[in-house]
């Protein structure tokens, strides 16, 4: 595998189930990023990690709790979502948080359907 | 607070024809401006980046972007597009700390 992988890629949930999305990075990386990306509207910035340390937790709300084990995996565990809920997750990684040059590796994201 | 402007939320044209995507952002500070596109079901890959130097940058698939800092621009072109590169193109500023910020994207569709 290279670049940024996530998984599942669609994902179909109750609003009672509890579910986990997955993203690695390959690139070797020390910063990834989850966004919300819904139509119509920009991407929405969720939660950064920089070397396993979370730096950001962009007002979201509690039902969306992530976990950075090492620098190569990010999940989102999610439970008792709520339809408005339902966009594509994108994961995204960068060689450093803070140098301004580098840009950001997406993955192909995860279709989240919440029904 | 930066902010990221398109200013077309679908641009349909044929294919061969030249393209233009806008792109305005505010910003008080020195900024780095991309450009991402998104194909059907897939993640965003950078398209070009402009940091510093030469105003025109070049970017893959023939794509360029020119860097206007007294219109606070950076317009993305093509002389001839093609059907494959029908997709969502964001435009995105860095001006310090860890935040991208993306515009709303533009969906090209090139029809034949």
């Known amino acids: 595998e290279t670049g940024v992988t996530q998984t599942p890629r669609h994902l179909v949930m109750g609003m009672t189930n509890k579910k986990s999305l997955k993203c690695e990075q390959h690139?070797?990386?020390?910063?990834m990023y989850w966004y919300k990306q819904s139509a119509k509207k920009p991407l929405e910035l969720m939660f950064v990690y920089s070397l396993e340390e979370r730096v950001e937790n962009n007002s979201v709300p509690s039902r969306f709790s992530p976990e950075c084990p090492n620098s190569s995996h990010l999940f989102l565990h999610l439970h008792t979502l709520q339809p408005e809920d339902s966009a594509l997750y994108l994961c995204a990684s960068s060689q450093d948080l803070l140098a301004l040059d580098y840009e950001q590796y997406f993955g192909p994201g995860t279709r989240l359907t919440v029904t | 607070a930066q902010s990221v402007t398109q200013l077309d939320s679908q641009v349909p044209v044929f294919e061969e024809a030249p393209v233009e995507l806008r792109c305005n952002y505010s910003?008080?500070?020195?900024?780095?401006l991309f450009w991402y596109v998104q194909y059907p079901n897939q993640g965003l890959q950078l398209l070009l980046k402009y940091l510093s130097g030469s105003t025109l940058v070049k970017g893959i698939n023939g794509f360029e972007a020119e860097f206007n800092k007294s219109q606070t621009s950076f317009h993305l072109r093509k002389p001839s597009v093609h059907i494959s590169d029908t997709a969502e193109y964001f435009c995105a500023v860095k001006t310090g700390g860890f935040k991208t910020i993306f515009g709303a994207g533009t969906r090209l569709f090139v029809k034949a």
């Open positions: 690139l070797g990386h020390n910063a």
């Open positions: 910003s008080s500070v020195s900024v780095y």
